[in-house]
């Protein structure tokens, strides 16, 4: 995980307390989980699940599970559900989404973090003109100025078995948190991530 997607996670979750259980689905057990974060200090269960088996350690208890099916949780169980970097991995990502609605409480909170896609264009690739943006101007007037006016910059490839997506800022807001209120979208880094929280209704 980026030090900066970090950050903005850290950020966000500080702005709520926890002290009911929470999730983070494709919790991996070393530094970047963010069930480490102080905003799940207060809380009385952590959840870590991953489709690869891990050893729980300290508060943290591992579940190797697919998220496609939680049916091992209850309706309304966690305050808080995380996940970050997975749903493009996952070929079922909305039978996912369907599940951490169902599992998360009333007013529970929920921050999903994807890799994606914004607009078209040079001037989405370099927001300050510099040398590198004339080259690629002129690049663009010897290769195909349409081909690149009509492109954006996506995170390459990465399987973990597989990798299947890319979304929208507009597929998080309103796909991802379709019925969820509270809902804002960061954006950050280039090929841009964004991070999506809401509260379920």
């Known amino acids: 995980m980026s030090p900066e997607v970090h950050r903005l996670f850290r950020q966000i979750l500080a702005e709520h307390a926890f002290s009911g259980p929470v999730m983070e689905i494709g919790a991996v057990d070393n530094a970047d989980c963010l069930l480490h974060l102080s905003a799940f200090d207060h809380s009385i269960e952590k959840i870590a699940v991953n489709l690869i088996a891990q050893n729980s350690t300290g508060p943290i208890h591992f579940i190797s599970q697919n998220a496609n099916d939680l049916s091992c949780f209850k309706d309304h169980y966690f305050d808080a559900v995380v ?7 996952d070929p079922l990502f909305w039978k ?3 599940e951490i609605r169902r599992v998360t409480a ?3 909170v929920v921050v999903i973090g994807v890799p994606g ?3 078209m264009g040079l001037h989405q690739l370099f927001k300050k003109r510099n040398l590198l943006q004339k080259a690629m101007q002129i690049l663009a007037r010897v290769y195909d100025k349409e081909v690149l006016s009509a492109s954006t910059l996506t995170l390459g490839e990465h399987f973990f078995p597989g990798d299947y997506y890319r979304f929208s800022e507009q597929a998080v807001r309103e796909v991802f ?3 969820f209120t509270d809902v804002k979208v960061y954006k950050t880094l280039n090929p841009p991530r964004f991070i999506g929280v809401g509260k379920k209704t």
């Open 177 to 179: 948190f379709a019925g």
């Open 96 to 98: 996912t989404l369907a």
């Open 106 to 108: 009333k007013n529970g």
């Open 83 to 89: 996940c970050n970097s997975v749903l493009e991995h």
């Open 117 to 119: 896609y914004a607009g």
